[in-house]
Every structure is written in C-alpha cells, then in structure tokens.
C-alpha cells in the first residue's frame, strides 16, 4: 500500500502469483542508460560529436556504484551486473572520443589519464590518452604513451598492439592533419538567445531578426510623414519593432530617442517626454492609456502631448489594433495617427526562418535539421504567436544537447501552445497551497480583462506588490521564469500572451471582470493626500460589498436591483 501510494497505484499490479512492478521504459535507469549510449553512439557515427557527448554524459550521470549491488549472491544479476559494467567502460570511452572530436582535449586530457590508469589492459584507452596528448601540442608526450601501452599489453598479456594502437603511431609519427580536431568555443551556446516573452528592446537590437524589410519600410515613412503608428494583433513583434528595429536603427544613426508607455498613470510618463522636441518620441503600447485606467481627463492630457509632440519632432506610437477605436475618439490624436498607419501583420516563412535561425546561430548553437520547419508549421497562420514562439524556443534550448537544439527538446516543452501553460502551470504547483491564492492576487493586478474579453497587462509599482517577503520572493520566482518583468519601480506581464495561452489565468481573469474594473478605478484615484480618506472609504465599501454578493467559488450570489448578476473577487479593493 506504501509502495503504493508513492510510486502509483497502476504501478504494481497484482497477480495469482503475488505482485508485479510494471515499469517500463525510461522508468528503469539502466534501460535508460542503455538507450541514450545507443544514441551517442548513433550522434558520433552521423559527425555530431558535441551532442554525443552531451547524451553520453546524461547517461553516466545515472551511476552511483556498482549495478545489482544488492543481488550479488544470484548468478543472473552477476552476470548483468557485468554487462552493464562492460557498457559502462565502453561509454566512458567513447564520451572522451566524442569531446576529442569537438575539439575540446584540454577539457578530458586529465580525465584520459585517469581512464588509462584504472583500466591499463584496454587499449582504447591508452590511444584516446596519446591523441588528447597529441591534440594539446605534446606530441613527445603522446609517443611516449604509446611505446608505454607497448610494453604494458607485451608483459601482462603477451601481446603486440592491435591495428588501432600501431596506426594511430604512425600517424603522429609523420603528425597526421587528422588528428587534430578544430576547437568549439566554450562559451558557444552557454547563453540563451531567445528572450521568451519579453519583447527585444534597444539593447538586443543585434540578436533581432525577421523584420529587416519592415524597418526598412517604416523609416522613410517615418522621415515623410514626421509620425510612423505601427498597427497590429498582439503579439504579432510591435514593441519589438519599434524598439529593437527602428529606435535602435535611428540612435545608431546618430538620433536621440525617448522611448515611453503610459502604464496605469500616463501622466507621470509625460514626465519623460523632451522638453525642446530634440528627440524622436517612441510610444510603446499605446493602447494602455484607455485600457489601463478609466481617467477621462488624463486621457486627454497624455494623447494631446503626444499629438503637440509631433508638431515639432518625428513621433513613432505602437497600438494594438483591436484597441485603435478606443483612441480614434480623440479627434487631434486621431488625425495625427491616420498620417502615419503602418499595419503590421504575421512573419512571412522565410523571415520567421530567419527569426529562429539567426539568434542561434549569433550565440553559437546549432539547430537539428528539421527544427526551424516544425516551428514553423506550428506557426503559421498563428498572428499573435511570436511571444510563444520566442518562449517555446527559450524553454527548448534548456533542453539542449551540448550545441544543438533538437526536436525532440522542442516536443518536450509542448510546443508553441503549450510551453508558456505548462511552465505557468508548473509554478503555480510548486508553490505551496496557502502561497497560490497570493500568486492568484499577484497576476490579476498584472492583467485585466478588456471590455470586448480580451487580456490586458498593465504595470503595477513594485512597492504596492512587495508588502512582505512572501510577496517578494513570489515576485522574483516569476521573474526568474520570464512570466513577467520587473525593476526597482514597477512590475508587468510579460506579454498578453500569458493569459490567452494559461487556462487557469485565463479562469481567474473570467471569474474577476467586477473586481478588476473597481481596482482599476481606485488605482486611478488621487495618491495619499487630500484623496486618501476617499480613497480608504470606496476600499472599505468595496470590501463589504463583495463579502456580501460572493458565493463559494467568487461568483454573485445576488444580483444588485435593477441589474444583471455581477461578479466580484474578494479584496478587490485591497491595493
């Protein structure tokens, strides 16, 4: 029953006979170790060295000691004990091979030496000792080894060198091109190149592919029209495009840039805006300042500053496209959009090639052949994938055999639907039960629900969500999984991205709509001050209020007089 209850309960079946363990597969280490030396053998014979090891080294890593140690005194496990002991030297070896052919002698010579040492009867040894020795330039050193496993195998066995051994002599004899393999940087492929959800900025403009023929179209427009609105789904490389491509390309050419986004007070980011107008304005996610707050006024305030903005120097404003409407009503701001609308739609297939390819191939890694068309296809016809392409990517070089980035690795995160779930989902279960309702709290200050059902993020201060450590370390532990993005100030989502592709977050989103618009409307009141008992007393009523309409999973339990049942989440107010 204990057996049970820890390993499953379809785990161990019963039999007339007693019980039987049911294991199969990658379940049981030594098959597994079995299949991954079969496959580093397989990388080695195909020319992919670097992998074999890599796979090689992941089967290793699965001894701890003598196989079957416990059943030494039955005749059928000492005789498996010393197969999987044999195919243990053998692995050994053929790792040291493998790293040999990438070019990285320094990194196995000492390991080579011991390996000669422990087993000085197996020839294999001695060669793969004198070749690393011959690779680090002491090729004296190297024929000394060799006449030493001469002599070695003459005295103990009575026998001359095989056809390996006296080849591999004559090779350093007459020093053999060959023998030397061509050095892989040590550091190539140590970083990861895909930034997951996290839209590439100015700094990563030189690891930023794909959009090389909209930059080029959007500049001259630019420099027409004096106003550039780049318009598209979300997720489609907007922020990206105008950060990392054209405010990247315009600092290169010498012009100052001033990059802002309104977040949930565009009032204070009117603060950065250029006082002389020597500088091209870059307002990212424009959408935010209707979205993100329900301040009329401050609307106003913040797009008619923009629009006089660009009276005097060029203007560049990123908006998602279902969100244009919402800023079309603004009649001044809207003119000065319409002169300047560039419509941003999906990667074509040979630039999202370049999107997955050039990264790699920047920081050092290799793509497995197949890869880039699968991503692809998963893909195509997806709008709004690049967020999820770009995690799906990042979680699949985790995955990595030595420089290689594999299918298989790919197939592992879920691909481009379900990486960005299955790492959220992940978190939320590593948590303990009493910390998930506080992560619950944590990301539905980060999001709301549009009017028209769709995911908003907006960007909370840090300080009014770090109250305590437990709030801290929540908030780094989502930092570290690149879910959201954070510095001494403020704290956002990632990307809108997170909600659509998470179906608990999505869940906690439709479960909230009443909760978020109360929240975002206190946060729009006036800070501590002459608002602060305004403030305290719309809090406390909205307290009362959702305690009285909840039911036993936040949903109304009684609708408000003349009006349909709402929903309400609990502390909706708090903040």
């Not at 019963?14 to 597969?25: E, K, N």
């Not at 002991?85 to 390991?111: P, W």
């Not at 560039?342 to 074509?348: F, V």
């Not at 840090?462 to 929540?474: E, F, I, K, N, P």
Request: with cysteine; proline share 5%.
């Amino acid at each position: 029953m204990r057996l049970r209850r820890t390993l499953g309960s379809d785990v161990i079946e019963t039999t007339p006979h007693g019980y039987r363990l049911t294991l199969v597969g990658d379940e049981i280490d030594a098959q597994r170790f079995e299949r991954l030396v079969k496959r580093g053998r397989q990388l080695l014979t195909l020319g992919e060295p670097e992998r074999a090891a890599h796979v090689i080294a992941e089967a290793l890593d699965l001894w701890r000691g003598r196989a079957l140690v416990d059943l030494e005194d039955w005749e059928p496990a000492r005789i498996e004990s010393s197969r999987l002991q044999e195919l243990r030297l053998d692995a050994e070896e053929t790792r040291i091979d493998a790293c040999l052919q990438a070019g990285g002698h320094r990194e196995v010579l000492a390991e080579a030496q011991a390996r000669a040492t422990e087993a000085p009867l197996r020839e294999r040894r001695w060669a793969l000792l004198a070749l690393a020795q011959y690779q680090g330039g002491r090729q004296g050193e190297a024929l000394r080894t060799l006449h030493r496993a001469r002599t070695v195998l003459a005295t103990e066995l009575g026998l001359d060198p095989g056809p390996d051994l006296v080849a591999l002599e004559q090779a350093n004899l007459r020093q053999d091109p060959a023998l030397v393999a061509e050095a892989v940087s040590v550091e190539a492929g140590a970083r990861c190149p895909y930034l997951g959800l996290v839209p590439y900025d100015v700094a990563d403009a030189e690891g930023f592919f794909g959009r090389d023929a909209e930059v080029g179209e959007c500049l001259p427009r630019l420099a027409a029209t004096g106003v550039l609105a780049v318009v598209g789904p979300s997720g489609c490389g907007k922020s990206s495009l105008v950060r990392a491509g054209i405010a990247a390309t315009l600092r290169r050419d010498g012009r100052r840039v001033v990059i802002v986004s309104p977040g949930t007070r565009p009032l204070d980011a009117l603060a950065a805006l250029p006082a002389n107008g020597d500088a091209v304005l870059v307002v990212d996610q424009c959408e935010q300042v209707v979205s993100s707050n329900d301040d009329a006024m401050g609307q106003s305030r913040f797009l008619a500053a923009v629009t006089e903005y660009a009276g005097q120097a060029p203007v560049v404003v990123a908006v998602r496209a279902d969100r244009l409407s919402d800023l079309s009503v603004h009649a001044p701001f809207a003119r000065m959009v319409e002169r300047g609308v560039y419509l941003l739609g999906p990667m074509d297939c040979a630039n999202l090639c370049a999107a997955i390819e050039g990264p790699a191939h920047q920081a050092g890694l290799l793509l497995e052949p197949g890869l880039v068309d699968v991503l692809a296809r998963d893909v195509e016809g997806e709008p709004g994938a690049l967020p999820l392409l770009s995690y799906a990517l990042r979680q699949t070089w985790e995955r990595h055999e030595g420089r290689t980035l594999t299918v298989a690795g790919y197939r592992e995160t879920g691909g481009i639907r379900e990486a960005v779930a299955r790492s959220a989902e992940g978190l939320y279960e590593q948590l303990p039960l009493e910390r998930r309702p506080l992560l619950r709290d944590v990301l539905l200050r980060l999001v709301a629900a549009g009017p028209d059902g769709e995911p908003i993020r907006g960007r909370v201060a840090r300080g009014s969500l770090t109250a305590d450590r437990d709030h801290d370390q929540l908030i780094e532990q989502l930092v570290a999984a690149r879910l959201v993005i954070s510095d001494d100030e403020v704290v956002e989502l990632a990307h809108e991205a997170l909600a659509r592709a998470w179906p608990r977050l999505r869940g906690w989103l439709d479960d909230d709509v009443e909760g978020q618009r109360t929240l975002r409307h206190l946060s729009t009141e006036p800070r501590p001050g002459s608002g602060s008992h305004r403030e305290r007393r719309l809090t406390s009523r909205t307290r009362r209020s959702t305690r009285r309409r909840r039911g036993p999973y936040g949903a109304a339990c009684r609708a408000p007089s003349g009006g349909a049942p709402r929903r309400a989440r609990a502390g909706a107010g708090r903040g």
